[in-house]
Nanobody, 115 residues
Framework: QVQLVESGGGLVQAGGSLRLSCAASRSIFSFNAMGWYRQAPGKQRELVASITVGGTTNYTDSVEGRFTISRDKTKNSVYLQMNSLTPEDTAVYYC?????????WGQGTQVTVSS
C-alpha cells in the first residue's frame, strides 16, 4: 500500500510563499510521475505541477513562473515551492503519484492566501 503524506500548508498573506512537501512510503522513482493537484471550494480538482521519472516538469499556466516542483530521492519526497501567492491559489493541495494505471493520493493540505 502506497502512502503519500503532505505537509507545509497554512495561512499566508498575498505575495508570500509556502513550500509543500510530500513524503512517499517507497521510492519516488518507482512511479511514472508525481504531481500536485489542488481543489478550491466549488471547483474541480486541477493539476498544478508534475514531474516525470525522467525529470520533465509541467505546470498549469496560472502558476508558471511562480511555482516550482522538485524532488529528493534520498528522502522519497516531492516538493512544491509556491511564491507570489494570490488568493486565487487558495485550495486543498493534494500529492499524487502515478504508476501505469494506478493513481495514489495523499490526504491533502490546506493552503489559504489572504488578501
Amino acid at each position: 500500500q502506497v502512502q503519500l503524506v503532505e505537509s507545509g500548508g497554512g495561512l499566508v498573506q498575498a505575495g508570500g510563499s509556502l513550500r509543500l512537501s510530500c513524503a512517499a512510503s517507497r521510492s519516488i522513482f518507482s512511479f511514472n510521475a508525481m504531481g500536485w493537484y489542488r481543489q478550491a471550494p466549488g471547483k474541480q480538482r486541477e493539476l498544478v505541477a508534475s514531474i516525470t521519472v525522467g525529470g520533465t516538469t509541467n505546470y498549469t499556466d496560472s502558476v508558471e513562473g511562480r511555482f516550482t516542483i522538485s524532488r529528493d530521492k534520498t528522502k522519497n519526497s516531492v516538493y512544491l515551492q509556491m511564491n507570489s501567492l494570490t488568493p486565487e491559489d487558495t485550495a486543498v493541495y493534494y500529492c499524487n503519484a502515478r504508476q501505469y494505471a494506478y493513481a495514489y493520493w495523499g490526504q491533502g493540505t490546506q493552503v489559504t492566501v489572504s488578501s
